[in-house]
C-alpha cells in the first residue's frame, strides 16, 4: 500500500452537520486512513527571492488528511465518498 496526502481546499465549517459528515468519512475509510489530519490555517510560501502569504486565491491548502491505497486511482475513488466542497488534490508520497 502507498501513502497519499490528501490536500483540500474548501473554507472551514464546523457545523455539527459537516462535522458529523466527515466523521462518517473517516469511519467508512477505516483502517486506510493514516492520519484524519486538520484544518490548516495561515499560511506563507517561503522561496530563495522571498516569501509571501498564501490565500485561497493562491491555491492555499485549507486542510490535509493521509490515506493509504494499492494506487492512485484507488485513493482518488477513497476521497470520492469524501465531504469536501470544493477541491481536493491528492498527491502519492514517494519512497525515499
Excluded at 477505516?30 to 490565500?55: F, I, M, R, W, Y
Excluded at 494506487?71 to 475513488?77: H, N, W
Excluded at 465518498?81 to 502519492?92: D, H
Aim: proline share 4%; aromatic share 10%.
Amino acid at each position: 500500500m502507498n501513502k497519499y496526502l490528501v490536500l483540500f481546499h474548501d473554507r472551514w465549517d464546523p457545523k455539527p452537520e459537516v462535522m458529523a459528515a466527515w466523521q462518517e468519512w473517516f469511519a467508512s475509510v477505516g483502517d486506510q486512513l493514516v492520519d484524519s489530519g486538520n484544518p490548516l490555517g495561515d499560511a506563507v510560501e517561503v522561496t530563495k527571492d522571498g516569501n509571501h502569504q498564501l490565500s485561497a486565491a493562491d491555491g492555499a491548502a485549507t486542510g490535509y488528511s493521509i490515506v493509504t491505497a494499492a494506487s492512485l486511482a484507488d485513493a482518488e475513488r477513497l476521497i470520492a465518498g469524501c465531504p469536501f466542497r470544493s477541491s481536493v488534490r491528492v498527491y502519492e508520497a514517494m519512497a525515499m
